[in-house]
Structure formats: C-alpha cells, structure tokens
C-alpha cells in the first residue's frame, strides 16, 4: 500500500526525460558510420516490373549502395508473414501471397517497396532514389473490398482466386437463420466502418547495424514488441539467427498497434548494413507513414438483429467483406475473425449468433490491428444496430439495452467467449447520471430555439483483453503463445530492477510497474526501475497490444514478486530467529508480527548477496523471473453517452458533452487511465467525425496521405471528456486487472453516430460523418 | 553548402550544411538537440516547434540559412531561460507533469514551446477555448488533448504567478 502503491495517483517517472526533450527515440540514434537509407516505392498501385535500372543511382554524389529485390531475394531473405492461421469453413488454409521485403515482379500498392538507396546524406540518399530507373507495366487496381471480389476484378496474388484470402463462419447459422425467421422484429442494416490510419506521432524508423567482427546485428526499431522481431526476422525472413541480433525499441513515440508488425524497412535495413557495410538509418515521412502504416478498420457488413415480442434479442446474423490491402500483415487474420466476431454479443444475451467473414485482398496498404483491433467493429455494428432497433420499435434506447443486459456470471456466449465477470447496469445508470440524460428533451428545445439540431446517442461497449490463454489462442490458429515475462531483481542495496517483456510506448510503464513493487515491500518508485524493449536485457517477451499490459505485463511481475516476497521472508525469518511464516512486510522493513523485532529492507537484501548468513542450503542472491499465460481473456466494459450540436447551416457537428463509465476492474494508477480513456475517446470520435482514409478508386492512390488531406483531431475538435469508472474485478488474474487503453475508441464511434443521426432523425450517416455529409443529410441532398 | 552560425540555448554554433538544411535537421544532426522532433513534413503537426528571436516558429518550415544570425531556444534550454521550480524545471514543463498533459512524449517538446509562446501572446490570460483554438497548429495522438488543455491554463497561471513574485522581489 502506502502513497505510491496500487491505486495511487502517482506523477510518471518518465516524463522528466520527455518534457526536457531528452527522449531517445529511435531516430535521435546515432552509431559512428552510420549512414541513411531512402526507399524507392511503387507510385503505381498494380504493376508488373519489368526492369530496375540503379545505374544512374549508383553514380550520384554520396551514394554508397543501391540494393534490389533480385539481390534481397538471392541473399535468401524471407517474404513476410501472417502469424495467425485461419481455415475457411470449406477447411482450407488462408490465402497467403508472396510479399517480399522489396517488390521483385510486381507491386501490388501505392508504397509498395522496390528498392532501397544507402547514401551519406537523407538529401543523397533521396536523390538517387528518384533517379532508380524502374520500367512498370501497370495493370488494373481495386481498392474496395466488396469490388475485389466480383468477377473479373483484377486478380492480386495468383494464390488467392477473386482475391478471397478465406471464408470464414462462427456461430450457428441455422439457429441464427430460424430465430430471424421466427421473430417478431428484425432490425436490417448495412454496417460500414470505415478504413483508418493509425498516425502514431512518431513516423516508423530503423537503424541496422551489422557488426563484423562479431558477426552480430542490432536493429532499432519504433517497435511495441521488439522480442517478436527479433522471433520472426530470425525465424522466418533469415536475417540472423535470435542469438546473432538484437533489437531494440528505445523511447517509441505512439503505436496504436501500428508498431506491432515487422515491416520491410526494418528487414532492409538489417540486410543492407551487412551488404553495404555501413549502419544504415530509415526514418518515414509522414507521407511514407500513411502509405505503407497498416491501417485498420475497412469493413462493410449487413446485419440482421432479431428482437421478441418483448424486445429481447433471439438472434443475430452478420455477413463481413473485410479488406486486407496488398498483403497480409503480421495480425491481420485474427482482426475480423476472433478479435471481432467473437465480441458479436455485445452486452448482451443473445441466443443465436452467426457471423461470416470474408477476408479479400485490394491494392492499398496492408490493414492490422488498429486501437481496439476488432472490437470496434463488433461494437460500432451491435451499438449501430441497438439504436435503428429501438428506433423502430419506439422504445428508449438505454432501456432496450438495459432490458438485454446479461446478468448472470460467467455467461457463455454462443461465439466462444466465456465472460466471468461485469456489472452492465452499474456502467448504464453512471452514464446517465452524469449526462443528465432525463434533462436532454429540455436542452434540445432550447437548442432548437437558436436554430441547432442537438441529439444524444448511447454506446454499451464490451471487449477482450489481455490476450490471450496460450493454448485457446494456439487451437485457434495463433503462432506464438501470448504470456508475458517478468524478472524482478532486487539489488544488494536493496534497490529493484524489474525487467518486463511488455513494451511501453506511453503507457506509462516505467511508473506503473514500478507501483507494484512499492506497494508490495515499501520501496520508493524513486528506487524502482522498468527495464524493457531491449532483446539483450530483457528475457523473452510477448510485447504491448490488445491492453494486455496490465492484465499479462504486470501479472508476470506479480508471480515474480510472490517468489522473490517468499526468499525475502525466509531471509528474513532466519536472521531475527522467527518462524517464516510470521514476517510481514510493512514501512520498507520485514518484521515479526507481533514483535518489535524488525529488518530493514536493504539489510535483508544485503544478507542475500553477502551470503555470509543464509538459511541452509539456501543459493545467494535475490532475483526471480516468471512467465504468467492468463487463463482467460478479460472483459472491461462500459457505456458512453454523447450529445452533440449541430448547425444546420454548416453541417459543422459540435460535442458538446461526452461521457465514459467504465469498468476496468482494479486500477492500478487511475491518473494514466484516465489519460488512456482520454487518448481512445480522441481516436474514436476522429473515426466518427473526421478521419476518412481515401483511395482514388481507378488508379489506387492514397488521396489523403498527409495532415492537409487526413484530418486529424485536434484540440478544438473536441470537449473536455467526463470520465468515471466502476470497478469489477476480473476474476482470472492476480491484480482484478481488465485493461484500458483500447476502451475508448472501442466505445465512442457509435455513441457519436448515435447521436448525430438522433440530431438529424436520420436512420444512417457514413463515418467520418463531417460536415459535408451531414450538410447534405440536413438537406435532403444524398451524397 | 553554406556556413550557418546562430545562437542555440544562449550558445554560439557554426556548421557547413547543405543549403537546404531545414532548421529542425540543423539542431538535431549539427547542435545533437533531438528534443525537437520532425512528425509530419507540411508544418501540420507542430512537434519541431522552437523559438526564433523570442518567435514560435515550426522549425520543419524554414531553412537554416534562414535562421542564420539568429537567437533559437529549443526546449532543452527553455528550463534555464529565467522561471524555474523546484526540481529545475520551466513551470509549464512541470503544469506538463503534474497534469499528466502527455503520454508517449513526441509531440511533447513542440506543444510545451507552443504552450510558452501562447502565454506571451495573451497577457490578458487564457481559457480552455482560447487555448483550444490556439493549439490548432499542434497534433497529438495520445491524450485526447484534455490533459494538455489542463496543463497549459495551469502553466501559465504558474508562468503569471512566477513573473509576478520576480517583479516584486526586483
């Protein structure tokens, strides 16, 4: 306990570093020699290559290598990978095409990498990029997900027929089918969320140095599990083998699963310091960043929500086309499969689910994991639904939800997720609470009275976190096992290193784990330090995504706590002459309860290093390391309301109040969850009001590859945010911790929506719902 | 090439760059200041913000030569430029902690420069909308930008506050 343990609202350690400008990002790194690597991308989003010519290249001033496919190819680097195997309801495999590091035949996206220039100088190695002689012949392109897999759309990847990559099912179809045939009320909608780009601040970089004389590589990366880089550049692209590199991901500026996957810019750099002979830097442009980024979201479904006579919800049918892009990104097949499908019911008891989900290649950027990665498209379609479906059955909304609230725990749900712990209707009745929700007819009339629109939408969200039991996750396709690890060290003098496989790009790591300890033996955060995002230092690790931190990271460190609690004690017990099981840990010191006879900490620790006076057969030191696999996911849950101003002139939306309750179970800092709530609140209603990614549909270009043309939030586009949380604890691991950092762009989009198309009495409006668009939906002027 | 001195942080330096050498590349790769940080290239982002001659100025936007004679003041020298608390920090450096106003830390250095220069151009004060609006220029990714709104009208509150004891004590 105490002022800095579990619970407290303790300022972050890491912040001094940041606010003075003294972060260490992967491109403030510099190593003597190192030199600058430019990429020559396809301009075309589907070409055949019929000829790269470097010759021009290789003669311009600074130019120290120009390195091909061919070359890439013929050193024996490996294509990239999907790590997530999914069967499609016929049995078969997925669909993997060939992508290569470098394009050697054909480029299949705008961005698409063909070939990379190493130079003394960013302007250099830019310069003879644009001079690489590259003689494509274009060929037809789609970008739309549900065009790709018509007939006779231009075929992507020669091993994935109509571009299908799978065809995928969950749930009962017949049961599905039977209770929206025996309903007294189906709600029919089309679904479309739309593609997004995850904008990180800081664009991707890479260093790769090879070291000759060791035969050893190191790669900095922007990163969020470099350990897993360095798995699959070792095991599956043979850069090196895991003993031969390391990879580091230092201060990493944002992720947003964005820094999740291994990209080809990391694999090149590696290979071409080793060719070259020089440490080669890549840092993107933001250009760069949003054309080759994964990006996330991009499906259309059509739903069938099937309600009783008493407005109960019997069943529920959801047919999704989800585009993939060009290629098949590291976790891309788990997003519309089982991070998604299996969150179909919601809050909710429904009886009957199915959902198909077919996979389908275009020429855009690769799509992955984005903030919430799945769940925001389960819940943007359950919370769409539930709104149109009260709508027409002309009841409230909160009270339509409240009706179908599962109440009962655990509850298994007929798409696999077992949910063992929630309390819906606490999160229901904080919402409304705080948004005055009985008070809103009242503010619409005085709204109206100066000629604007307002409307209140409401947003009951439930996701998985803390992916995932190792062994659920492998029987369902997973490559990897998803534990975490943890090393608590506690040094001579009594001071901690705990060293995590969890990676901390502004979370707040360095604090928040650092509580654990401080809670737990009294030792000041001031002595506490969080090693991570290093292969060298750090044992294996499984890195951050899927709030996953809390739920696995710090469970890990806890089963190394207990163990190194356990050896303190013994320590302990055998210097004061006490039994064991009488030492409590309290005020930095282990005493005997009940007893004035105490240890300091720092004596205990110093006995455990000199060794001078141990218990028999007791080994020297105190350090103890722990892998935690969870045993379920976790299930935080919440409801946001939104109520918004719209001018009926401009079209221009205002939010003008926005509230979260949440449920995250325990917390262990709630200043940085609420600043994780904040953070996805941002993203979510950028999704709903602003953000729109754009390909030109005939030629494939990204019409919105920089902040003139993608819009960003930014502050005056949003309210200041009222946020609360419940806190039920999740049952399955040691903290009672569910995670936060995805909840609130999981939750917002619809609450936004809701709202707007409540302001407008319109059943639909496409997302980003900006002021053009509603505008014309104000105006009756289509779209 | 050109040769290009300016004062940085109250520091006199000199470097033969190529002509187009922004600013931002000149403080980072020639002064070794890489608090400054490049995040977009088109001047939208706001996380290469410095001080010109007393200026917010996005350090992406202007060419070294540019600069050249100039006063610049990045955010490693903003603690030493006259205000500082407790532990050393300027006092909207430390409104930036003590509100939690950020997260992963990049757009940080930019929006604390932007922050300091919004102070000196309202002496009349600032609120939440004014600081809003006036935050159009800087994007962050992380926050949702409440805690940063926080941490700017507490900052200059501090900024206010902290001018006004000097002035008494001179």
């Known amino acids: ?783 | 090439m050109s040769d290009v001195s300016m004062t940085v942080n109250g520091r006199q330096v000199s470097a033969n760059v190529e002509g187009r050498t922004l600013l931002v590349h000149f403080l980072r790769e020639e002064c070794g200041l890489t608090g400054t940080h490049v995040g977009c290239d088109t001047s939208q982002c706001g996380a290469c913000v410095v001080h010109v001659d007393g200026v917010a100025v996005k350090s992406c936007t202007i060419l070294a030569p540019q600069a050249a004679g100039s006063a610049v003041l990045t955010i490693e020298g903003l603690a030493d430029t006259g205000q500082q608390t407790q532990d050393g920090l300027h006092p909207m450096q430390a409104a930036f902690r003590q509100h939690h106003g950020l997260q992963c830390g990049f757009c940080t250095p930019g929006m604390i420069m932007t922050a300091v220069d919004m102070v000196r151009r309202h002496p009349e004060g600032l609120d939440e909308k004014t600081v809003r609006h006036e935050l159009e220029g800087n994007i962050c990714r992380c926050t949702g930008y409440h805690n940063i709104v926080k941490a700017i009208l507490a900052g200059a509150e501090a900024m206010r506050a902290g001018a006004g004891v000097s002035a008494q004590a001179a």
Request: glycine content about 10%; charged content about 20%; hydrophobic content about 40%.
């Open chain 1, 1 to 783: 306990m105490g002022i800095e343990g579990i619970g407290a609202r303790v300022l972050r350690k890491e912040d001094r570093r940041f606010i003075m400008g003294l972060g260490r990002y992967t491109e403030d790194m510099v190593v003597p020699g190192m030199k600058r690597a430019a990429f020559v991308r396809s301009p075309y989003a589907h070409a055949k290559i019929k000829s790269v010519d470097v010759s021009k290249a290789k003669s311009m001033p600074g130019v120290i290598a120009v390195l091909t496919g061919r070359e890439l190819k013929s050193d024996g680097i490996g294509n990239i990978i999907c790590g997530w195997m999914i069967h499609s309801k016929d049995g078969s495999p997925m669909k993997m095409g060939a992508w290569s590091p470098l394009a050697v035949d054909t480029v299949r996206y705008v961005g698409d990498a063909v070939a990379v220039v190493v130079a003394e100088t960013r302007g250099q190695a830019r310069d003879a990029a644009e001079a690489v002689e590259v003689d494509y012949e274009e060929l037809p392109a789609v970008t739309e997900a549900v065009d790709a897999l018509g007939g006779g759309a231009p075929q992507i990847h020669p091993e994935a027929d109509n571009n299908l990559i799978f065809d995928w099912e969950l749930g009962d179809r017949a049961a599905a089918e039977s209770a929206i045939a025996n309903a007294a009320h189906v709600t029919r909608i089309r679904i479309v969320n739309n593609r997004l780009v995850p904008n990180a601040m800081e664009p991707r970089a890479a260093l790769g140095h090879y070291d000759k004389a060791e035969d050893h590589y190191t790669c900095w990366t922007t990163s969020q599990n470099p350990h897993v880089a360095r798995l699959v550049m070792s095991a599956f692209y043979n850069v090196a083998p895991e003993n031969k590199l390391r990879v580091i991901a230092p201060d990493v500026g944002g992720g947003f699963g964005s820094k999740i996957y291994i990209y080809p810019e990391e694999i090149v750099c590696l290979w071409a310091s080793k060719r070259a002979g020089v440490p080669v830097k890549w840092v993107a442009d933001r250009t760069e960043s949003f054309l080759t980024d994964a990006h996330g979201r991009d499906h259309v479904s059509e739903v069938e929500m099937a309600f009783d006579a008493d407005h109960k919800v019997i069943g529920l049918k959801v047919d999704t086309v989800a585009n993939f892009g060009a290629y098949m990104s590291l976790f891309s097949s788990a997003v519309p499969t089982y991070l998604y499908a299996t969150l179909l019911s919601g809050q909710y008891g429904i009886p009957a689910i199915h959902a198909n989900v077919r996979a389908v290649y275009t020429n855009t950027a690769p799509v992955d994991a984005y903030r919430g990665a799945g769940r925001p498209e389960a819940t943007y379609l359950l919370e769409r639904t539930m709104e149109v479906a009260a709508r027409e059955l002309g009841v409230s909304p909160a009270e339509l939800r409240r009706k179908n609230f599962i109440r009962s725990f655990p509850h298994q749900t007929p798409v696999i997720m077992n949910y063992d712990a929630g309390d819906y209707e606490t999160s229901l009745n904080a919402a409304l609470a705080a948004a005055d929700y009985e008070g809103f007819p009242a503010r619409r009339e005085e709204a109206k009275a100066r000629g604007k629109l307002r409307g209140i939408g409401m947003s009951c969200y439930i996701e998985a976190c803390g992916i995932a039991p190792s062994a659920a996750v492998g029987s369902l396709g997973a490559g990897v096992g998803l534990w975490e690890s943890a090393e608590v060290r506690v040094n001579a003098v009594g001071t901690v290193e705990i060293l995590t496989g969890s990676h901390s790009h502004g979370q707040g790591h360095e604090t928040t784990f650092a509580q654990l300890v401080s809670d737990r033996f009294g030792v000041p955060i001031a002595q506490v330090s969080v090693v991570h995002g290093d292969t060298d230092k750090v044992q294996m690790g499984m890195g951050t995504y899927g709030s996953r931190s809390g739920a696995v990271g710090m469970s890990a460190v806890v089963k190394a706590l207990d163990k190194v609690e356990k050896k303190a004690k013994r320590i302990a017990a055998h210097l004061m002459e006490a039994d064991e099981g009488d030492i409590v840990i309290e005020d930095g010191a282990l005493k005997v309860a009940g007893t004035d006879k105490s240890v300091p900490w720092f004596q205990m620790a110093l006995a455990a290093y000199t060794a001078h006076n141990l218990p028999g057969g007791m080994e020297p030191g105190l350090k103890e390391g722990a892998f935690y696999d969870p045993a379920n996911f976790t299930f935080p849950a919440g409801c946001y309301i939104c109520e918004v101003e719209i001018d009926p002139e401009t079209g221009k939306t205002d939010i003008v109040q926005f509230v979260a309750a949440d449920d995250f179970g325990n917390i262990i800092n709630p200043m940085v969850v609420e600043g994780q709530v904040h953070g996805g609140l941002a993203q979510g209603i950028g999704q709903a009001l602003l953000e729109g990614t754009s390909y030109d549909p005939g030629t494939g270009q990204l019409l919105t590859a920089s902040y003139m043309d993608y819009t960003m939030p930014r502050a005056d586009d949003l309210p200041s945010f009222q946020v609360s949380t419940s806190n039920t604890p999740c049952p399955s691991n040691p903290l009672g911790i569910k995670g936060c950092g995805e909840a609130g762009a999981i939750g917002s989009p619809p609450a936004v929506i809701n709202a707007i198309t409540d302001a407008l009495g319109i059943r639909d409006i496409a997302m980003p719902a900006t002021p053009q668009r509603v505008w014309q939906a104000v105006h009756g002027a289509g779209q």
